[in-house]
C-alpha cells in the first residue's frame, strides 16, 4: 500500500522561502511527483524526482531522498500567486502501470 | 491541443436522480484517469482506463457508480442514483504510456452538488 504525509496548512510571507515537506512509505518506489493547484482549478505539473537529490526550476526546487522516504518542495522569493495547495504524488513501480498515489495536499497561504 | 475536455463544469441536482459527466482526453493519450476530490479524503483514483479497456475500477466506491469509454476520445462517468455523500469535483485526466514521466494532464473539473 501507500501512505503519504503532507502538512495541511502553511503560511508564509511574500518574498520569503518556504519549504512543503513529504514523506511517504509505500511498497515500491518509481518517482515522486509535486502538483499545483490553485483554487478551483485543476492540478497542474511542477516537478518529478526518481533520483536523490535537489532538482531546480526556476523559483522552484524538489528534493528527494529515496532511502528515507523524504520529499520536499522549495519555493523561493514568494508571491501572492503562489498560495495554492501542492499535491505530493508517489509513482509505483513499473507493475502498476505508474499509477501515481496523491497525498491530501498541503495548502500554502502567502500574506503580503 | 485545448487539453482534457470536461462536462459540465457545474452540476446541481437533487438526491436520487442520475449524473453523467463527460471528458474528452488529449489527443493520442492512450491512458484516461477518473479522480475524485472532497476536502475530506483528497484526491481519489476511481477506475483508469489503457486503450479504452478498463484496467483497475477498484476505487469505484459503490454500484451506483460506473465509467465507460466507448472510444479513443470520449469517457463517461455516471452515478445512479446520486446521493449528497457524491458531492464532490470530479476531474478526468489523461497521459501518453511513452516518455519518462508519464505525467498526468487534468481536466477543469466538474463541481457536482447533489442536494
Known amino acids: 500500500g501507500q501512505n503519504i504525509d503532507q502538512p495541511t496548512e502553511m503560511t508564509a510571507t511574500e518574498g520569503a522561502i518556504v519549504q512543503i515537506n513529504c514523506t511517504y512509505q509505500?511498497?515500491?518506489?518509481?518517482?515522486l511527483f509535486w502538483y499545483q493547484q490553485h483554487a478551483g482549478e485543476a492540478p497542474t505539473f511542477l516537478s518529478y524526482?526518481?533520483?536523490?537529490g535537489l532538482e531546480e526550476k526556476g523559483r522552484f526546487s524538489s528534493f528527494l531522498s529515496r532511502s528515507k522516504g523524504y520529499s520536499y518542495l522549495l519555493l523561493k522569493e514568494l508571491q501572492m500567486k503562489d498560495s495554492a495547495s501542492y499535491l505530493c504524488?508517489?509513482?509505483?513501480?513499473?507493475?502498476?502501470?505508474?499509477?501515481?498515489?496523491f497525498g491530501r495536499g498541503t495548502s500554502l497561504i502567502v500574506h503580503p | 491541443d485545448a487539453g482534457v475536455i470536461q462536462s459540465p463544469r457545474h452540476e446541481v441536482t437533487e438526491m436520487g436522480q442520475e449524473v453523467t459527466l463527460r471528458c474528452k482526453p488529449i489527443?493520442?493519450?492512450?491512458?484516461l484517469f477518473w479522480y475524485r476530490q472532497t476536502m475530506m479524503r483528497g484526491l481519489e483514483l476511481l477506475i483508469y482506463?489503457?486503450?479504452?479497456?478498463?484496467?483497475?475500477d477498484s476505487g469505484m466506491p459503490e454500484d451506483r457508480f460506473s465509467a465507460k469509454m466507448p472510444n479513443a476520445s470520449f469517457s463517461t462517468l455516471k452515478i445512479q442514483p446520486s446521493e449528497p455523500r457524491d458531492s464532490a469535483v470530479y476531474f478526468c485526466?489523461?497521459?501518453?504510456?511513452?516518455?519518462?514521466?508519464?505525467?498526468?494532464?487534468f481536466g477543469p473539473g466538474t463541481r457536482l452538488t447533489v442536494l
Open positions: 485526466a489523461s497521459r501518453d504510456s511513452g516518455g519518462f514521466w508519464n505525467e498526468q494532464f
Open positions: 509505500t511498497s515500491g518506489f518509481n518517482g
Open positions: 524526482n526518481v533520483l536523490d
Open positions: 504524488a508517489v509513482r509505483p513501480p513499473s507493475g502498476g502501470s505508474y499509477i501515481p498515489t
Open positions: 489527443s493520442g493519450h492512450d491512458y
Open positions: 482506463f489503457n486503450n479504452n479497456v478498463p484496467i483497475d
